[in-house]
């Protein structure tokens, strides 16, 4: 029988009519409630501490509907919104939350980009002044004209438009770290706020309320210090957020000879997997799109569903992907 187990991913959960920047992509709280029910319904919901017995021993069989969660970025709506529903439910989470945000009340440059694009109705403001950074500094950092960078970027997804897709790119990777990172603190301190701390505070959890989920059952990992492309750095780079992430890790009591890692954006190299290994790292999450088999996937590279990939009600019949977690036999005797 196949070890496979369905891996979802969460981000934003929070009520949302009553967000401040309803432009921000999450899931509503009601809406996160009815997947929880639709899971229940159709999944066995497993540990993480399950997960990786099954990856160290062929004795530890999952169970053949096995779904695991997944809570992206630290968020304080994973506290308050989040935590709850799975304490009434009894299901574990897994939280990955990046050390810089927790630490240094740093707004991680990824969301400082979600909110100026969610101030600003018209991205081609954005995109101008991104322009004119890129055309002031080509000298200096030996860059592409803007124009080119556009070309090379600005490819749609299932998710964002293509100017959407190049502001982020550009801003998240494509230009060097110093100025990239003076461009994104120039935009959110122009579209959204200049106090930082205070956004940063009203964002993320805190050290006392990651502990609090830690004790009560919830399994906390690694999603780096910096939230870097974890791809993009060299291996002392790597070396760096990995130790700098265990570190924050331990001072929250984690197990250490048992933790996963969540890489920001999906993204790794054979460099950073060698790294992980040498650090006991037991599980890998990327963002490939799949339910993930541990006869097929390499365990420090497990791919995941998002939230948005399975339904919003309780009642709903199952979707494909559940089908596929299933078998359509046990699909078709639930509808």
């Given at each position: 029988m ?36 639709y ?15 099954a ?65 600003v ?53 494509a ?9 994104v603190?120039k ?33 906390i ?7 870097y ?7 002392d ?17 984690c197990?250490?000879?048992n ?18 290994r ?11 799109v ?11 590279a ?21 089908k596929?977690a ?10």
């Amino acid at each position: 029988m196949p070890n496979r187990v369905t891996i979802v991913m969460y981000h934003f959960v929070r009520v949302l009519k009553n967000a401040r920047y309803p432009e921000i992509k999450g899931l509503d709280s009601a809406d996160f409630v009815e997947q929880i029910e639709y899971i229940k319904r159709h999944y066995e919901p497993i540990t993480i501490e399950d997960l990786i017995g099954a990856t160290r021993s062929e004795r530890r069989r999952l169970p053949p509907k096995a779904i695991l969660l997944t809570f992206d970025d630290g968020y304080i709506d994973h506290f308050e919104t989040v935590f709850p529903v799975l304490e009434k439910y009894r299901i574990q989470g897994s939280f990955f939350p990046p050390a810089k945000a927790i630490l240094e009340h740093r707004v991680l440059d990824v969301n400082k980009i979600h909110f100026v694009l969610a101030s600003v109705q018209d991205k081609s403001l954005i995109i101008k002044s991104i322009f004119a950074e890129i055309q002031n500094n080509m000298t200096r950092y030996g860059l592409e004209g803007p124009e080119v960078y556009y070309e090379q970027l600005a490819n749609p997804n299932r998710y964002d438009t293509a100017d959407v897709v190049f502001i982020k790119r550009v801003l998240q990777r494509a230009l060097p770290e110093e100025l990239r990172g003076r461009i994104v603190d120039k935009l959110f301190a122009q579209f959204v706020t200049n106090d930082e701390q205070a956004f940063a505070n009203d964002l993320y959890m805190n050290v006392e309320q990651l502990r609090h989920i830690r004790t009560s059952g919830m399994h906390i990992g690694s999603h780096g210090y910096d939230h870097y492309w974890m791809n993009t750095l060299d291996e002392d780079g790597q070396l760096r957020e990995i130790d700098r992430s265990l570190e924050f890790l331990e001072t929250l009591g984690c197990d250490l000879q048992n933790w996963a890692m969540c890489y920001p954006y999906g993204g790794y190299n054979q460099s950073l997997l060698a790294i992980l290994r040498s650090r006991k790292c037991a599980i890998g999450l990327a963002t490939e799109v799949a339910i993930a088999d541990l006869a097929l996937h390499n365990v420090l590279a497990l791919p995941r569903l998002d939230t948005n990939d399975l339904p919003r009600s309780r009642s709903a019949p199952p979707n494909d992907w559940t089908k596929q977690a299933l078998g359509d036999r046990d699909a078709g005797s639930r509808k």
